[in-house]
């Protein structure tokens, strides 16, 4: 289970990355944008070669210490947590049309199980630092109080 799937994806490699690249491009995203075209390219492949050890291995060990690498990182140099979830979703959803335009239908779920529990795992363990760091970083919280307005506040 999933040698297809690997050997799928090794060998379009290329193509993902162009295309999740594509896509990543046309959300404009600031910080991804002034990181430039050849860094942004290396990023994507991390992450890709990250989703394909995880799947050849059968352990997210890795892709999810990757990710919260990923989240450090990001949340240090300013980056909003959805420009970075952007570049995950961007080479998740570029996998699925590779897989849709490539494999059979019936490669399809296995495939499709495959890649979206690694990016999945990877995408949870991103959020979850992030929302961590941002957290310990005394991020303003919203004043809430204006939403109990006419309730009766208890001590």
Do not use: C
């Not at 959020?127 to 204006?146: E, F, G, I, M």
Request: glycine share 6%.
């Amino acid at each position: 289970m999933g040698v297809e799937t690997a050997q799928f994806l090794t060998q379009e490699r290329e193509a993902i990355v162009d295309a999740a690249e594509a896509a990543l491009e046309r959300t404009h995203a600031r910080h991804y944008e002034s990181a430039g075209a050849r860094e942004v390219r290396q990023r994507l492949e991390a992450l890709f070669d990250h989703m394909l050890d995880a799947l050849r291995s059968r352990d997210l060990g890795p892709m999810v210490s990757f990710a919260e690498r990923v989240a450090d990182e990001r949340f240090n140099a300013g980056y909003d947590l959805s420009e970075v979830q952007a570049a995950f979703n961007a080479l998740e959803e570029a996998t699925w049309s590779g897989i849709f335009a490539e494999l059979q239908p019936v490669q399809f779920a296995e495939a499709l199980g495959l890649v979206s529990t690694i990016l999945g795992a990877a995408k949870d363990a991103l959020a979850r630092n992030y929302v961590s760091l941002a957290t310990n970083a005394r991020a303003p919280s919203l004043d809430l109080q204006a939403l109990f307005a006419g309730t009766e506040r208890s001590v």
